[in-house]
Every structure is written in structure tokens, then in C-alpha cells.
């Protein structure tokens, strides 16, 4: 028998990746294809099931071993029922696909939330190797987080665990998707920023964004948000700033509750903005919590990039299995 490996997918929305990983977690293959989230669970598993056979038929021609399948997915997941609970994005509402996975491919499967992988995944791999009190935050068209607590993930009583997006702000705030007003993903996800400067540029406050745009708010990237900032439109920086004052808002209640060492935080603002964007997020965090307990806190940048779900699903599976990933986890230094 050859060398052990694990197939690990980032299972979203929009786009599937999968990816091959040896048990020091490095990358020797990975598949990438859309996904209509909005299809039915059959034509979304096919898919599924046709990336990971694609992997394994790659694999077994060398004649390696396929430890298991670790998964993550856009919902909280009861980590022994491997049912997807609540995806609002993914049409695979209460669909066993743990079993599914298993019968098919006779082998150990592992579906976890992919905010909770992707921040696992940072603190076995990325920006937070070697800390042990690590929450992830992760901006993008919702706003995902993980809690590692003490050297290990926190899944709560139902897996249900750091579902940060969902902390209230603002009573009077946004609607949000989950139904409740001023949650934190309503008022500072990427896809709040894209709305609030849609507003701008509808009604003449943004001439630059309003030039660029049309109607579309699916244009409303990253890029073009720092583009009109660039180009004098002095109220998309206010929005930005804003966004970055509320997730500190948001983390200063999260190091009163939690006393973290380090917050992992990633997404498209995230890498457009960089720096001064962290650095506001952090100054907001500090003024939104005890001055005792934020003294020592870091908001660093995450570093895996789109590799941090699959790494992180493969890394909780090993750990399953009793695998050791060969990386000097959870020594400082
Ligand atoms: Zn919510």
C-alpha cells in the first residue's frame, strides 16, 4: 500500500473545490467547477460525487490509500449526523450527506461548517499556527467565524458554534437572512458594504461607483468599491470604515466572552484593503472591550486563502482518525 491521502472539499454556493492533501497537508491535486446552489440536492451531490471520483480514480492509479473524505459545507452541521442543518444558500436542507458520502466510497467521512474548518485549517496551517485562542472572521457575502478554544475547535452542543454573522449590533439594524434585524453579517458583510454604496450611487452621493455600475449589484467587488474610493468617492470610504468599526464592535464583544489570544480575519476587503483595514477593525475592537483583555489581542490577515476550508476538513478528519499532521501544532514559536 502507497503513501495516505485525503480527499477535501470546499463545498459552497457558487463554486466546489477539491482537493488532494498528503498527511502533512500538502496540496497534490484539487478539482474546481461551479456549483448553482440553487439546484436540486441530486444535481449538487452528482457534482460532488463526480469531483471526488475524479480524485480517488487519480489516486488509486498509483496504487495510494485514501485515508477518507472531509468536507466542509455552508451550514452548521451536527458533527455525528453529518446532516446539513441550515443552508440558506445551498439546496441541500437536511440532506444526510455524511452517509451518502460513506456508502458510496467506503471509507471515513468528515462534514463539517466551513467557517469552522476554514479557521481550523488557519490555526494547523496559516496565520494562526502556533497560537492556542483563535477566533476566525471571515467577510464575504455573509460573515462566517470559528472558535478554537484551548487547542481545539468549538462546536457547541448541535455544531452550531460560531456562527459570529448572527451576533446583534444594531436592534433597529438591517434585516438579516436568519430573520432577525442588525446582525453583524446584515450591517458589515461584503454584500451589506455592496448595498449601502448601490444606495450612494442611486442616489448621486457616489458619481464615480454610479458611472461604473449600472444597476447590478453583483458588480460591486472588492476592487471596484476600493477603485471609487480612489476615484473621490469620499462616502464609499465612509461605508468601508464604518464596515470595519462594526466588526470591531462585534470582536470586542467576542474577547469579552472568549479572552482570545488572536483573530484570524479574511475575506475580499480583507485582502483589497489591507492593512489600515485591519488596523481600524482592531482600534474599534479595543474600544469595545475591557482594556485589560484587549491588550494583548492580534487581528492578523488569514494566509490559505481558498485552501483554508479543505485544509482545515482534512486536519479535523486526521485528528478522527488518530493521524498526526506533521506540523508542530499547538507549540508557540
Ligand atoms: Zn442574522
Not at 448553482?36 to 460525487?49: I, R, T, Y
Given at each position: ?33 461551479n ?74 467521512v ?25 477566533i ?11 472558535l ?38 446584515a450591517m ?37 468599491i476600493a ?107
Amino acid at each position: 500500500m502507497g503513501p495516505s491521502y485525503i480527499v477535501a472539499i470546499d463545498l459552497g454556493a457558487t463554486k466546489l473545490l477539491a482537493s488532494v492533501f498528503d498527511t502533512r497537508l500538502k496540496k497534490l491535486d484539487r478539482i474546481k467547477c461551479n456549483v448553482a446552489g440553487s439546484e436540486s440536492p441530486k444535481v449538487v451531490f452528482d457534482l460532488l460525487c463526480q469531483a471526488i471520483s475524479d480524485l480517488i480514480e487519480n489516486l488509486s492509479m498509483s496504487g495510494d490509500n485514501l485515508l477518507g473524505i472531509a468536507l466542509g459545507v455552508p451550514s452548521p452541521v451536527d458533527p455525528a449526523k453529518g446532516v446539513i442543518e441550515n443552508s440558506p444558500n445551498l439546496a441541500l436542507n437536511g440532506f444526510p450527506i455524511k452517509a451518502r458520502l460513506k456508502e458510496l466510497f467506503k471509507c471515513p467521512v468528515l462534514v463539517e461548517n466551513d467557517a469552522n474548518a476554514g479557521t481550523y485549517g488557519e490555526f494547523i496551517m496559516g496565520a494562526a499556527k502556533g497560537y492556542k485562542h483563535v477566533i476566525g472572521l471571515f467577510q464575504g457575502s455573509g460573515i462566517g467565524g470559528g472558535l478554537v478554544l484551548n487547542g481545539a475547535l468549538y462546536r457547541g452542543a448541535n455544531g452550531g458554534a460560531g456562527e459570529l454573522g448572527h451576533m446583534i449590533i444594531q436592534l433597529e439594524g438591517r434585516r438579516c437572512g436568519c430573520g432577525h434585524y442588525g446582525c453583524i453579517e446584515a450591517m458589515a458583510s461584503r454584500l451589506a458594504v455592496a448595498k449601502d454604496v448601490m444606495g450612494l450611487a442611486i442616489s448621486g452621493q457616489a458619481p464615480y461607483l454610479a458611472s461604473k455600475l449600472g444597476h447590478d449589484i453583483t458588480a460591486i467587488r472588492s476592487g471596484l468599491i476600493a477603485k471609487a474610493i480612489e476615484n473621490g468617492d469620499d462616502k464609499v470610504a465612509e461605508v468601508v470604515n464604518r464596515s470595519a468599526d462594526q466588526l470591531g464592535i462585534a470582536m470586542g464583544n467576542l474577547v469579552n466572552i472568549f479572552n482570545p489570544e488572536l483573530f484570524v480575519v479574511g475575506g475580499g476587503m480583507v485582502e483589497q484593503f489591507g492593512k489600515p483595514y485591519i488596523e481600524r477593525i482592531s482600534a474599534s475592537m479595543k474600544a469595545y472591550c475591557t482594556p485589560y483583555l484587549a491588550e494583548n489581542v492580534k487581528v492578523v490577515p488569514a494566509k490559505l486563502g481558498d485552501d483554508a476550508i479543505a485544509m482545515g476538513a482534512a486536519a479535523l478528519l486526521m485528528d478522527e482518525l488518530g493521524v498526526s499532521v506533521v506540523s508542530g501544532r499547538g507549540k508557540k514559536g
